[in-house]
């Protein structure tokens, strides 16, 4: 749902093309002049022209009509440049007229006994004309504007920001007649923003003062336009303006925006993803660019949900080659689709392997030679992994180590093992085998001293098979909803913040680190439930399942033993792993720790191992 139109349908596309392009503007820009330079000479002869005056008058007056013209058809300012009444015509007008008094005055000046009139008759009109003529567009703005605005039937909304974006706001809702929002009043914490006013629309109170203010001006929806609006505020939002019955609304994220995904007038209904998952991430784009622009660069797990994103990602920062790598087809078309807009999989960017087979990924390697790998393919269902713990064991550990080794042959300098909350402390398969994927890319690193590293977060919003979708698929069907435990308790971010965060992480990790992205405070299980049941409008049970196999109250992102630090950025903590080399690997020492009860460690090294293995291999 939109606000409005583009830009071009608000009120400045009713002017556009007929800004100063048309024979009257000219005439009342000609008309501005005449009266300035009568008013002019009035005054230089304290009220009264003398009669001999009036005849030079008259062709001084013409000359700058003339001259007015021939400036400001030769700048665009009568060609339809500028949209009308903006800054920029105004600017380019008072250049014009500038321009014009100069052309007019100099000859007025150097032959004042010809001309007989004042020298300064130009110079004291000049303030005049341009005062004249920026009041006939003024006016004529405020007449235009006042028939393109929003109807009486439009809903009257408040909006929570007064910032640049707010006020924006305003203005695109007041000057659009097809707006279905019609702007009553603002609101904003800030105390120095309280006797703010845009467009005649007032700052009414802070968001504590919702209740007052709403019923004062009947408002039926609230914007929130505040650039930076993370979980926490819109979850304060949800709550204050739910209690009223307000419907809330939010602005596009800044990533959508630069990405060209939406418009800044573009609103949508609050969703349950912003009110438990908006991390808004402040990226360093130079020092991204700086791995990312002009190399070959390789994601594999492409065709999943964080892979896709990353590759969509990636594509900004314009690569020499981005090739995309996962065993799924279809997968590898939508994440085709998502880069290049087409989804025809006939050419090199899309490459159909599986990280289990060594052969053919050392073949692509090889071949393609990427400089910077994101490894993305895994295995990510927990309690699938639960009952199938072989396959765990050949994708993410194996199938990492096949990843790792085919990037250290080619001289990669740059690896991202995407890895997992659960790798903290592990107590499932999904952990323990995410964990030797993290020890196994520690070891790379130091043995290498490349920037071989690990990235680790919790639960993505809206992947393939994760919570919501779950959920929003149960109460379509008309429930019950399924809950684990009413403790229980995830981290949760969107996916595109955690990829600009993963991305990040690659142009500030060091070699065989763990780098842990911040994810905010954990989210209860059960509060998303409700909210999401309350927002449907229908009335859905819940049902406690009991925890499954392997699986956490309280997920966790940072082990016990480990010590974080934060270096470059605010939201990524970094931290070591011990090392481990795949010569240590054991597949049937692996399976039997796990088994052990209340063991929260996984070292996957045979006992006997000599110590010297952990330095090579």
Not at 154 to 161: C, D, K, N, Q, Y
Not at 353 to 381: G, M, N, Q, W, Y
Request: glycine share 8%; charged share 20%.
């Amino acid at each position: 749902m939109t606000v409005m139109s583009e830009a071009e349908g608000s009120a400045s596309s009713h002017w556009s093309h007929n800004a100063g392009g048309s024979a009257p503007q000219v005439l009342l820009d000609g008309v501005a002049w005449v009266l300035a330079l009568v008013l002019a000479l009035t005054l230089r002869y304290e009220g009264s022209i003398p009669t001999e005056a009036w005849l030079p008058l008259a062709g001084l007056a013409l000359a700058a009509v003339v001259i007015q013209f021939a400036i400001g058809y030769l700048f665009h300012l009568y060609r339809g440049r500028y949209a009308y009444g903006t800054f920029e015509e105004v600017r380019a007008l008072a250049g014009v007229v500038c321009a014009t008094a100069v052309v007019l005055g100099i000859p007025t000046v150097a032959l004042n006994e010809l001309i007989q009139l004042p020298r300064s008759t130009v110079f004291i009109a000049l303030p005049f004309a341009l005062i004249f003529m920026f009041s006939v567009r003024y006016a004529r703005r405020l007449y235009i504007e006042s028939r393109v605005r929003p109807s009486k039937d439009a809903a009257p909304t408040l909006i929570f920001g007064a910032g640049h974006l707010g006020a924006s706001l305003v203005r695109r809702m007041s000057t659009d007649a097809d707006s279905h929002y019609r702007p009553v009043g603002l609101l904003d914490d800030d105390p120095h923003k309280k006797n703010a006013q845009v467009r005649s629309v007032r700052v009414l109170g802070t968001l504590d003062d919702l209740p007052r203010v709403a019923e004062a001006v009947r408002a039926s929806v609230l914007v929130v336009a505040v650039a930076h609006a993370d979980a926490e505020l819109l979850r304060r939002v949800h709550d204050i303006a739910g209690a009223l019955d307000i419907e809330v609304k939010v602005m596009p994220l800044l990533t959508e925006l630069m990405d060209g995904k939406t418009r800044p007038s573009d609103i949508r209904t609050l969703t349950i993803e912003d009110i438990i998952g908006r991390h808004p991430v402040d990226t360093d784009v130079d020092t991204i660019a700086g791995y990312l622009t002009g190399r070959r660069i390789l994601v594999t797990g492409a065709g999943g949900s964080i892979g896709a994103e990353l590759c969509r990602q990636i594509a900004t920062f314009t690569p020499s080659e981005l090739i995309m790598l996962d065993r799924d087809e279809t997968g590898l078309q939508q994440a085709q689709i998502g880069t290049l807009g087409h989804g025809l999989l006939d050419t090199k960017d899309v490459v159909l392997c599986d990280i289990r087979d060594t052969d053919a990924l050392l073949a692509v390697f090889d071949s393609r030679r990427p400089e910077v790998v994101f490894h993305a393919a895994a295995l990510k269902h927990l309690p699938m992994l639960e009952q199938y713990p072989d396959e765990a064991w050949k994708t993410n550990v194996l199938g990492t180590l096949n990843v790792l080794e085919a990037a250290h042959a080619v001289g990669v300098k740059t690896f991202i093992n995407i890895s997992t909350d659960k790798a903290a402390n592990p107590t499932s398969v999904l952990g323990h085998s995410k964990r030797v994927a993290e020890k196994l890319t520690a070891w790379m690193g130091e043995s290498t001293g490349a920037a071989y590293l690990s990235v680790r977060f919790g639960n993505v919003l809206g992947s393939r098979g994760s919570m919501l979708p779950t959920f929003e698929k149960l109460i379509e069907s008309g429930g019950p909803i399924t809950v684990t435990h009413p403790d229980a308790t995830r981290f949760f971010m969107t996916i595109p913040e955690a990829c600009q965060l993963v991305i990040q992480a690659g142009a500030i990790g060091r070699a065989g680190e763990v780098l842990i992205l911040d994810m905010g405070e954990p989210v209860r299980i059960l509060d998303v439930a409700e909210r999401m049941i309350a927002m449907s409008g229908r009335d859905i049970s819940i049902v406690y399942t009991g925890l499954r196999q392997g699986e956490k109250l309280h997920e966790e992102l940072i082990g016990t033993q480990e010590h974080i630090h934060r270096l470059h950025h605010p939201k990524i903590s970094h931290a070591r792993v011990d090392a481990i080399s795949p010569l240590r690997l054991d597949k049937a020492g692996w399976k039997a720790r796990m088994k052990m009860p209340g063991d929260q460690r996984v070292t996957a090294v045979l006992p006997t191992a000599p110590a010297e293995l952990l330095d090579g291999r």
